[in-house]
């Protein structure tokens, strides 16, 4: 069965550091990988996806993942963290049953930046 | 470009009484359609997804039902709430291709008391 784990509750990380946020995946196939974020009481958001081709995919808000098959991972990564990356995230992985194209979401990782 | 339009923002109910949220998608046609919850501020559960008008599946059961009457309106309802129908729930929509991204709605607030 597909599934991703996100091994960590919270990252915490001091502004202007690198931030990575972990996520493994087990899937058969292919897999098709996504990072979504979500600010407090709003909706998620979209950064990045892995489909297909370079390992490395950049996203949204200067955020980008490491696709990486022998490990089975897919983590989150940003150069420089912001105070206002503050936000929990989340890991997804499309299963395909029976036609429908469906996200298996992690069960979220709260990132804080502190100043 | 597409967007996703979700209402109430936030609803307040007694126990026992009807609930409808509704979805709609603009900018596309013909969507795969989900209603997801949030509970406790974290974990996503897959409620329903529906791939045309009418046809709609049901992930788990529950208190809960879900109906596509137009091709870009998903609505979810139930006869009677119970006070573990509370939380946060998420509308979204995607292409068919499973390589398509989910884009989701802002969310409604559901609180039975």
């Known amino acids: 069965a597909q599934s991703v784990a996100q091994p960590e509750d919270q990252v915490n990380v001091a502004e202007g550091n690198p931030l990575t946020v972990k996520c493994t995946y087990s899937?058969?196939?292919?897999?098709?990988l996504f990072w979504y974020v979500q600010y407090p009481n709003r909706g998620l958001q979209f950064l990045l996806k892995?489909?297909?081709?370079?390992?490395l995919v950049k996203g949204s808000y200067g955020f980008e993942a490491e696709f990486n098959k022998s490990q089975t991972s897919f983590h989150l990564k940003k150069p420089s963290a912001l105070v206002s990356d503050s936000a929990l995230y989340f890991c997804?992985?499309?299963?395909?049953?029976?036609?429908?194209?469906?996200?298996?979401f992690g069960a979220g990782t709260r990132l804080a930046v502190h100043p | 470009s597409q967007t996703i339009h979700q209402w109430p923002a936030t609803l307040v109910q007694p126990v026992g009484s009807p609930l409808s949220l509704e979805c709609t998608v603009e900018?596309?046609?013909?969507?795969?359609l989900y209603w997801y919850r949030q509970a406790a501020g974290r974990g996503l559960q897959l409620l329903f997804y529906?791939?045309?008008?009418?046809?709609i599946s049901s992930e788990v059961p529950q208190n809960l039902s879900a109906s596509r009457p137009q091709d870009r309106q998903f609505i979810l309802s139930s006869k009677k709430l119970l006070l573990s129908d509370s939380g946060f729930y998420l509308c979204?929509?995607?292409?068919?291709?499973?390589?398509?991204?989910?884009?989701f709605g802002e969310g409604s607030w559901l609180t039975v008391v």
């Open positions: 900018g596309t046609s013909n969507p795969n």
């Open positions: 997804a992985v499309r299963k395909n049953s029976g036609g429908y194209n469906k996200l298996i």
């Open positions: 529906s791939v045309g008008i009418g046809q």
């Open positions: 892995y489909i297909t081709g370079d390992n």
């Open positions: 979204a929509w995607s292409h068919g291709d499973k390589s398509d991204t989910i884009y």
């Open positions: 899937v058969s196939g292919n897999p098709y």
